[in-house]
């Protein structure tokens, strides 16, 4: 890999984009390698992801505008999609992913942190789709994702605006659930990775689930999928364990994701 790094702490593997030469920009090659990284992943040991980009000064500045400048219609639809499948498959990795956005997160950067279950971010961080000033639309999920995170209104301001907002508007507005000094995030996010890896795998990862494809569709539809999921636990050794554990006052032993 050339561009991305993946290094596994215990439960946690750590993903990080790796160009800092070019802000960690976003162009076809890191997309190709992070869809790689993604179907490399040990999925029965790892129990949380964390995405970061490389640097204090960049989480992801963006797409290539170099790569994108020069794109025929057909080729911007075609780059949009391989974007779209890399952060769809993000999104709906089985593995909760924590972004921890270190510093600029535009355009293709806010929207692959908006792909990610949770977002933390350092202090300097700065969230925003500028691509209307480029004479394009956002094209990886950000005119979809940001609306139903923060709200139509202000996804529209934001993307019809092309303005640009700091870590503590983002904080504000409910686009990450916290913000830390710079030296901080890393930190935070391992142990908030930590205290997801500690919990039943198959459990979190049915939440995870039940909440994606829940918010798809209307509550009837959704508590079903929710059913479904929740009968899904039962029979597993680490329903077990957890309930056994409840009822004799004691720690879980362990999860084992079975």
């Not at 952060?87 to 972004?99: S, Y």
């Not at 005119?143 to 709200?151: D, K």
């Not at 479904?228 to 409840?246: P, S």
Request: glycine share 10%; proline share 3%.
């Amino acid at each position: 890999m050339e561009f991305i790094t993946y290094e596994v702490e215990g439960q946690i593997g750590i993903i990080t984009i790796n160009r800092p030469k070019a802000l960690n920009a976003l162009n076809s090659a890191v997309l190709d390698e992070l869809d790689k990284t993604l179907d490399a992943v040990d999925q029965e040991a790892i129990r949380c992801l964390i995405l970061t980009g490389a640097g204090e000064k960049s989480f992801v500045a963006g797409a290539d505008i170099g790569e994108m400048s020069t794109l025929t219609k057909a080729e911007g639809e075609a780059f949009g999609k391989k974007g779209n499948d890399v952060f769809r498959k993000l999104e709906t990795f089985p593995i909760p992913v924590i972004a921890a956005v270190n510093g600029f997160a535009l355009g293709g950067g806010c929207e692959i942190s908006m792909s990610c279950d949770i977002r933390i971010c350092s202090e300097n961080a700065v969230f925003g789709q500028p691509e209307v000033g480029l004479g394009i639309t956002p094209g990886f999920g950000g005119t979809q994702r940001l609306a139903r995170i923060v709200g139509t209104g202000k996804a529209k301001e934001m993307i019809y605006g092309a303005r640009n907002i700091k870590a503590e508007e983002a904080y504000r507005i409910g686009l990450v659930n916290n913000v830390y000094p710079t030296e901080e995030l890393m930190p935070a996010a391992k142990k908030l990775a930590s205290t997801i890896a500690r919990n039943a795998p198959i459990a979190v990862r049915n939440c995870k689930r039940a909440i994606n494809e829940g918010l798809q569709v209307d509550m009837d539809q959704a508590i079903v999928i929710e059913e479904k999921l929740f009968g899904n636990c039962f029979e597993t050794y680490d329903q077990k364990e957890g309930m056994t554990a409840f009822l004799e006052k004691r720690k879980v032993e362990a999860f084992l994701n079975k």
